[in-house]
C-alpha cells in the first residue's frame, strides 16, 4: 500500500488550500492518519490527527484554521487549511498509524504562503 498527497501549491496569506492523501489500497490495521509538516533544518511537526473512531487534534498553531477529515470508502484523508499564514509555508505528509508495523508515509506536498 502506498499513500500518494496532493494539493499543496501556492497561495497569499490569507487563503486556503485542500490536502488530499489517496491509500493505493485498504488499510485495515490503521489506529489514526495524520498530517505532519517540515520546513528546512526543522524537525517535523505533527499539525492534526484522526483517530480511527474520528476524534481530532490539532497543533496549538493550526486550531481553528485547518480542518482534518477522512473518507474510509475512498481510503483518504484530508487536511482543509484556511487563513493560511507565512509560517504555515512547509512541506506537508499523510501519515498513517499502523497496530504491530511501521507507519506508512506520503511522499510529500509543498505548501508556500506568500505575505
Known amino acids: 500500500v502506498q499513500l500518494q498527497a496532493s494539493g499543496g501549491g501556492l497561495v497569499q496569506a490569507g487563503g486556503s488550500l485542500r490536502l488530499s492523501c489517496a491509500s493505493s489500497?485498504?488499510?485495515?490495521?490503521?489506529?489514526?492518519m495524520a498530517w505532519y509538516r517540515q520546513t528546512t533544518g526543522k524537525q517535523r511537526e505533527l499539525v492534526a490527527v484522526?483517530?480511527?473512531?474520528?476524534?481530532?487534534n490539532y497543533a496549538d498553531s493550526v486550531k481553528g484554521r485547518f480542518t482534518i477529515s477522512r473518507d474510509d470508502a475512498k481510503n483518504s484523508v484530508y487536511l482543509q487549511m484556511n487563513s493560511l499564514k507565512p509560517e504555515d509555508t512547509a512541506v506537508y505528509y499523510c501519515?498513517?498509524?499502523?497496530?504491530?508495523?511501521?507507519?506508512?508515509w506520503g511522499q510529500g506536498t509543498q505548501v508556500t504562503v506568500s505575505s
Open positions: 489500497g485498504s488499510i485495515f490495521d490503521f489506529y489514526a
Open positions: 501519515n498513517v498509524g499502523l497496530l504491530s508495523r511501521p507507519p506508512l
Open positions: 484522526i483517530t480511527r473512531g474520528g476524534n481530532t
